[in-house]
């Protein structure tokens, strides 16, 4: 492991969804970094605060870890609610939603208020990394870290050199990942990258199947999980990446790889338009009832 992962003390994550959540948890229980989230969204930053503090509980529960622990963690988070209120940072991770103009243009902001030095990553699943590190000053410290949902239980991290990179930036953050447990894959700087250029169509295509009453949703994801042995079938795989981030995974294929194979289902776009994003809204592919 190299001596400049030892340099990184606090990570900033923007983003307090459920991946810049699950980051940040790792960040700061496995790598024992500081962490700051930053949300502009208040009742984001709650509910994201909140899903956190639940899972340390259910891992003190589970023995995973003992109270003491918990409150250790826990003491290394803090929160602001705008870009302008980061308290220094060694290394940030953006886990926004996948609209590179809003990534270009947090991108942008960073590197107007962090110290030359800082490495900003994105957690982009498709987006050109070359294309968000020109929006920043300092493009040889911009880098993709794509992590995996959820974050505390996924090893893989795959990892996105782009065009502008520094062999440094790709050395720390190759090791600050093993440092968070994870095991990496590296990419080309491509539309996709490695997971989502296979797992997408896949995905695309499954909801093809069913658009094209091929079988019922319940029998297309039988087959996949007991004829191909996957642990869980594709339409419920999509409701739980989100419906939305499909899509958005998918025009991005489609419009930079500019192959009509990548097309976006049109059931896919009408479940996204009708609010139906899969388990996060509570209806999807399939119906997910409120627990009370």
């Not at 695309?204 to 994801?221: F, H, M, P, R």
Request: net charge neutral; aromatic share 4%; hydrophobic share 40%.
């Amino acid at each position: 492991m190299s001596s400049s992962v030892n340099n990184i003390k606090k990570m900033c994550v923007v983003g307090a969804g459920q991946m810049g959540i699950g980051i940040g948890l790792v960040a700061a229980r496995v790598a024992k970094l500081d962490v700051q989230f930053v949300d502009s969204n208040p009742d984001q930053l709650e509910k994201g605060l909140s899903f956190l503090d639940k899972l340390l509980v259910k891992d003190v529960a589970k023995g995973r870890c003992t109270e003491d622990e918990r409150a250790e963690v826990r003491s290394r988070i803090t929160s602001v609610s705008a870009i302008s209120q980061i308290t220094n940072s060694d290394f940030v991770v953006e886990a926004v939603s996948e609209n590179v103009e809003l990534k270009r243009k947090i991108f942008a902001e960073l590197s107007k208020i962090l110290p030359e030095e800082t490495i900003l990553a994105t957690n982009t699943s498709s987006i050109s990394i070359t294309k968000i590190a020109s929006a920043a000053r300092r493009p040889e410290n911009v880098i993709g870290m794509h992590f995996m949902n959820p974050v505390p239980v996924m090893k893989l991290v795959e990892i996105i050199p782009g065009l502008q990179t520094s062999k440094a930036t790709l050395d720390t953050t190759l090791d600050l990942a093993r440092k968070m447990g994870k095991t990496t894959a590296m990419s080309q700087d491509v539309p996709g990258f490695i997971a989502n250029r296979l797992l997408m169509p896949y995905i695309n295509e499954a909801i093809i199947a069913l658009q094209e009453g091929i079988a019922t949703k319940e029998d297309i994801d039988t087959t996949m999980k007991l004829g191909t042995n996957n642990p869980m079938g594709p339409l419920t795989l999509a409701d739980f990446i989100g419906l939305d981030t499909c899509l958005a995974i998918m025009k991005v294929l489609h419009n930079d790889l500019g192959d009509s194979k990548y097309r976006p289902a049109v059931l896919l776009q009408k479940y996204v338009d009708a609010g139906w994003l899969g388990v996060k809204s509570g209806k999807g592919i399939y119906e997910y009832p409120a627990k009370n």
